[in-house]
C-alpha cells in the first residue's frame, strides 16, 4: 500500500491526513477543510495512488460530515467532493466510506518479509485515532488475506464439477472448508482488542452513510458542491456485506439472499434432496419492490471485484453438480462429497453466528445501556447551585465555564443535554448513531443502513437453507453482560 502520495501537488491531502485526527478533536476540521484548493484527482496516475487517494478523502469527508459532538454537515465542499468523486469513478465505485477503503487499502507490514497476519499488520490511518479502530479494521484485513487462496479453489472446483471429476473435486473441497474455518477464527480474534464501548460510541458514528440516515441528523443524505448541480446523495456506508471475498463463497455454494422479511417459503426436503422454492403470495397491497441489501453492497465494491463476482455467478455450478449427484445413487464417493460440500456450506453459517454474536455485543447491548464512564470523565452533576464567573447561580452545580467546555462549543448545552455524558444529546440531537436505543424501538440501524438484526439473522438463515441435507438453523446464544 502506498504509504504517501509521492507528487507534491497532493501534499495539501497528506498534510491534511497526517493531522485531521488533532483537528476533529478540537473542532476545527471543518474550517480547515473549508480552506483547501479544489485538487484534480486525474493526476492519481497508478492504482495504488488512486486507492491511496480515495482512502484520504474517505476519512477525511467522514470525519467532516459526522464531527466531533457536532450536528452532522448535510453540505461536503468542493475541496474533498470533486476529487472524491473523480477517484471513485476511476476505481468505479461510489464517494463513501466502504469496505475496500479501510480494510483492504488501509494497512502495512510492520516487517516487509512478514506474513500478512494480524502479528505483523498495522493501519495506514483511523477515524478516532484509537487503536481499537485499527484492530477492528486490521481483523477484517487478515480475514481477506486468510480467505484469498479459496478464489482459486473456487475456480479449480468449478472445473472439477464441469469433468464430473467427484474425487478431485471433494479435495479442493476439503481445503475450501479448511480455509473458512481460517476465516471463523480469525474474526473471533475481534474480541481480544477492541472494545464494544469504543467501538460503538467512538469509531462506529464515523463509518455511517448517509442513507436511512433521517434520525442521525441526515433526512435528505449530503450535498456534494460541484458534483451533479449540486444534488443530494443518499448512499451506505462502509459495511461487512461489502466484503467480495464472502460474496463469492455465497455464489459458489448457491447461497440465495433475499430482502429482509421477504423469503420464499421452502418445503422440506425428502431423503436430503432439496424442494424448490414456492412462489411466495403477493403482498395485499404493497407496490414497492423490496430491495435486496446484500446484492446492493456490490454496488460499493471496486468494479473488478463487481466483473468478478458477475462471471463467478454465470459459470458456478458447484451446487448444481453436488445437487445433482444427491439425487442419483448414492455412493460412498457420492456421500463423502454431499458431507464435505455440506462442512463447507456450515462453516459460512458459523462465520455469520460469530458475526450476530458480535453485532449482539458491540453494538446492540452497547445501544440498550446507554453511555458509561467507569474510569473518570466529566464530574456528575450536583443538585447545589454553585456561582459562576459572572456571579449568577448555575443551577446544574458546576461552574459555567465548566459546563460550556464539557460540550466543546464554549456555550452552555441545550436543554436535555448531559454534563456527564456530552455525546449523548448535543445540540438537541443525537451524536450519528451513536445514541442510547429508545424504549419501544427494535430497530437498530446498521452503518449501510438497514435494520441490523434481521438481515444478520436472515443471511445466516438463507446460509443454512442451502445445504443439501438440512439442519435446523438454531439463534446463537446472546453473549453474557459480563462478556
Request: aromatic share 8%.
Amino acid at each position: 500500500m502506498n504509504r504517501v502520495l509521492p507528487d507534491p501537488y497532493f501534499a495539501p491531502w497528506e498534510e491534511t491526513f497526517q493531522k485531521f485526527n488533532g483537528l476533529l478533536l478540537a473542532s476545527r476540521l471543518r474550517q480547515y477543510v473549508n480552506e483547501l484548493p479544489v485538487l484534480d484527482a486525474a493526476r492519481l496516475k497508478t492504482k495504488a495512488e488512486q486507492r491511496r487517494g480515495y482512502l484520504i478523502l474517505c476519512m477525511l469527508s467522514h470525519a467532516y460530515v459526522w464531527g466531533k459532538h457536532e450536528q452532522a454537515a448535510e453540505v461536503l465542499p468542493a475541496a474533498l467532493a470533486v476529487p472524491w468523486q473523480k477517484v471513485a469513478d476511476m476505481l468505479e465505485m461510489q464517494p463513501v466510506l466502504t469496505h475496500a477503503a479501510v480494510v483492504m487499502w488501509n494497512w502495512r507490514l510492520l516487517y516487509k518479509d512478514g506474513p500478512r497476519d494480524l502479528n505483523n499488520l498495522d493501519t495506514l490511518g483511523t477515524l478516532s485515532g484509537s487503536s481499537d479502530e485499527s484492530w477492528f479494521y486490521l481483523v477484517t484485513t487478515a480475514i481477506e488475506a486468510t480467505g484469498a487462496p479459496v478464489l482459486s479453489k473456487i475456480v479449480n472446483a468449478i472445473q472439477l464439477a464441469r469433468d464430473d471429476n467427484i474425487q478431485g473435486l471433494t479435495q479442493e473441497l476439503e481445503g475450501i472448508r479448511g480455509i473458512i474455518e481460517d476465516l471463523v477464527a480469525v474474526l473471533r480474534r475481534m474480541f481480544e482488542k477492541c472494545d464494544p464501548y469504543v467501538f460503538y460510541w467512538k469509531v462506529r458514528p464515523y463509518l455511517a452513510g448517509w442513507e436511512n440516515m433521517a434520525e442521525a441528523g441526515l433526512p435528505n443524505g449530503v450535498r456534494y458542491e460541484g458534483v451533479d448541480n449540486g444534488e443530494y446523495k443518499k448512499l451506505a456506508g462502509g459495511s461487512a456485506a461489502q466484503s467480495s471475498l464472502i460474496h463469492a463463497l455465497d455464489i459458489a455454494f448457491g447461497v440465495e439472499h433475499h430482502p429482509t422479511g421477504f423469503r420464499p417459503n421452502k418445503a422440506g426436503a425428502a431423503n436430503g434432496t432439496p424442494a424448490p422454492a414456492t412462489t411466495p403470495a403477493p403482498a395485499a397491497v404493497s407496490t414497492v419492490k423490496p430491495t435486496n441489501f446484500i446484492q446492493k453492497m456490490r454496488f460499493y465494491m471496486p468494479g473488478p471485484h463487481r466483473s468478478f463476482l458477475t462471471h463467478l455467478t454465470e459459470v458456478s455450478n458447484i451446487r448444481q453438480f453436488v445437487t445433482e449427484k444427491a439425487a442419483g445413487k448414492r455412493t460412498t464417493e457420492v456421500e463423502k462429497l454431499i458431507t464435505v460440500y455440506d462442512e463447507c456450506v456450515h462453516q459460512i453459517k458459523v462465520f455469520r453466528d460469530v458475526h450476530i454474536q458480535m453485532v449482539t455485543l458491540y453494538i446492540v447491548m452497547q445501544a440498550n445501556r446507554g453511555p458509561s464512564i467507569s474510569h473518570g470523565g466529566f464530574a456528575p452533576q450536583q443538585k447545589a447551585e454553585a456561582p459562576t464567573t459572572n456571579g449568577t447561580a448555575d443551577k446544574s452545580g458546576a461552574p459555567a465555564a465548566s459546563v460550556a467546555a464539557s460540550n466543546g462549543t464554549g456555550e452552555k448545552p441545550s436543554k436535555g443535554s448531559s454534563i456527564l455524558y456530552p455525546q449523548k444529546v448535543i445540540f438537541g440531537a443525537p451524536y450519528g448513531l451513536a445514541k442510547k436505543q429508545e424504549a419501544g424501538n427494535d430497530v437498530v440501524r446498521g452503518t449501510g443502513g438497514t435494520d441490523l438484526i434481521p438481515f444478520l439473522r436472515q443471511s445466516r438463515d438463507e446460509t443454512n437453507e442451502s445445504k443439501i441435507v438440512p439442519t435446523p438453523s438454531i439463534t446463537p446464544r446472546k453473549q453474557s453482560t459480563a462478556a
